[in-house]
């Protein structure tokens, strides 16, 4: 399992920006794939976005173009830069990592994100 410190969530107001972070405890450069994924108050956990040990990255339809994946390898750290927030994005947002394809998911403990006025 890698261990994933998160760090970031906090409140903010509608069109502000947060950024979010998952330090883990391996080499991030290495792993199949990572992602940040959030669960809304009464709603299912949904993916948010993913980047993969090749640099690829796909959004969620609701944050394409406003939420950033990336990650920083000398740091082994994953971000999640989050612009034009809207209420609608209040949620607990975690982060998750693979070492390989057919590895057991490591999850971070998540983060409160409230956008609200």
């Known amino acids: 399992q890698v261990q994933l410190v998160e760090s970031g969530g906090g409140l903010v107001q509608p069109g502000g920006s947060l950024r979010l972070s998952c330090a883990a405890s391996?080499?991030?450069?290495?792993?199949?794939?990572m992602g940040w994924y959030r669960r809304a108050p009464g709603k299912q956990r949904e993916l948010v976005a993913t980047?993969?040990?090749?640099?690829?990255?796909n959004y969620a339809e609701s944050v394409k173009g406003r939420f950033t994946i990336s990650r920083d390898n000398a740091k082994n750290t994953m971000y999640l830069q989050m612009n034009s927030l809207k209420p609608e994005d209040t949620a607990v947002y975690y982060c998750?990592?693979?070492?390989?394809?057919?590895?057991?998911?490591?999850w971070g403990q998540g983060t409160q994100v409230t956008v609200s006025s």
């Open positions: 998750k990592a693979r070492r390989t394809y057919l590895a057991e998911a490591s």
């Open positions: 391996g080499i991030v450069s290495t792993f199949w794939d």
């Open positions: 980047i993969t040990r090749g640099g690829s990255t």
